[in-house]
Protein backbone atom coordinates (compact mmCIF):
# COMPACT_ATOMS: atom_id res chain seq x y z
CA UNK A 1 0.00 0.00 0.00
CA UNK A 2 1.62 3.15 -1.41
CA UNK A 3 1.47 6.80 0.49
CA UNK A 4 1.71 8.63 -1.77
CA UNK A 5 -0.88 10.40 -3.66
CA UNK A 6 -1.22 10.33 -7.24
CA UNK A 7 -1.50 13.80 -8.93
CA UNK A 8 -2.38 14.70 -12.65
CA UNK A 9 0.32 15.86 -14.87
CA UNK A 10 -1.46 19.11 -14.25
CA UNK A 11 -0.88 19.68 -10.47
CA UNK A 12 2.02 17.62 -10.81
CA UNK A 13 3.51 20.88 -12.56
CA UNK A 14 1.81 23.34 -10.76
CA UNK A 15 3.32 21.75 -6.96
CA UNK A 16 6.85 22.33 -8.75
CA UNK A 17 5.87 25.14 -10.02
CA UNK A 18 5.02 26.72 -6.47
CA UNK A 19 7.84 24.88 -4.71
CA UNK A 20 10.48 25.61 -7.02
CA UNK A 21 10.01 28.97 -8.50
CA UNK A 22 10.20 32.91 -7.14
CA UNK A 23 7.85 33.13 -4.33
CA UNK A 24 6.39 36.09 -5.36
CA UNK A 25 5.53 34.79 -8.94
CA UNK A 26 3.86 32.39 -6.96
CA UNK A 27 2.44 34.97 -5.06
CA UNK A 28 1.04 36.79 -7.42
CA UNK A 29 0.08 33.79 -9.75
CA UNK A 30 -2.51 32.52 -7.01
CA UNK A 31 -3.49 35.92 -5.86
CA UNK A 32 -4.14 37.96 -9.46
CA UNK A 33 -7.53 35.96 -10.57
CA UNK A 34 -9.09 36.09 -6.51
CA UNK A 35 -8.55 39.06 -6.29
CA UNK A 36 -10.14 40.13 -10.15
CA UNK A 37 -12.69 37.94 -8.41
CA UNK A 38 -13.09 39.68 -5.57
CA UNK A 39 -13.17 43.30 -7.70
CA UNK A 40 -15.87 42.35 -10.02
CA UNK A 41 -18.18 41.09 -6.59
CA UNK A 42 -17.51 44.27 -5.24
CA UNK A 43 -18.98 46.29 -8.08
CA UNK A 44 -22.04 43.80 -8.42
CA UNK A 45 -22.62 44.69 -4.93
CA UNK A 46 -22.99 48.60 -4.83
CA UNK A 47 -24.50 48.36 -8.52
CA UNK A 48 -27.48 46.26 -6.59
CA UNK A 49 -27.20 48.89 -3.80
CA UNK A 50 -27.62 51.68 -6.57
CA UNK A 51 -30.74 50.16 -7.88
CA UNK A 52 -31.99 48.71 -4.77
CA UNK A 53 -31.77 52.97 -3.49
CA UNK A 54 -33.07 53.84 -6.89
CA UNK A 55 -36.37 51.26 -6.57
CA UNK A 56 -36.67 52.17 -3.26
CA UNK A 57 -36.96 56.51 -3.97
CA UNK A 58 -39.40 55.88 -6.25
CA UNK A 59 -42.86 57.51 -5.00
CA UNK A 60 -45.41 54.29 -4.31
CA UNK A 61 -47.75 53.88 -6.91
CA UNK A 62 -51.39 54.02 -6.01
CA UNK A 63 -53.50 51.50 -7.75
CA UNK A 64 -56.49 52.93 -9.65
CA UNK A 65 -59.32 50.99 -7.56
CA UNK A 66 -57.68 51.78 -4.46
CA UNK A 67 -59.76 54.48 -1.74
CA UNK A 68 -58.17 57.61 -1.46
CA UNK A 69 -57.91 59.23 1.98
CA UNK A 70 -59.07 62.55 2.54
Known sequence: MSNQAELSKQ???????AL???IWRVVLYVCTPLALYQSLT???????????AHISALPSQR?????RST
Not at 11 to 17: C, E, G, I, K, T
Open 11 to 17: DAQFRDF
Open 42 to 52: QVFKIFDSMMA
Open 63 to 67: SPTSP
Open 20 to 22: NSD
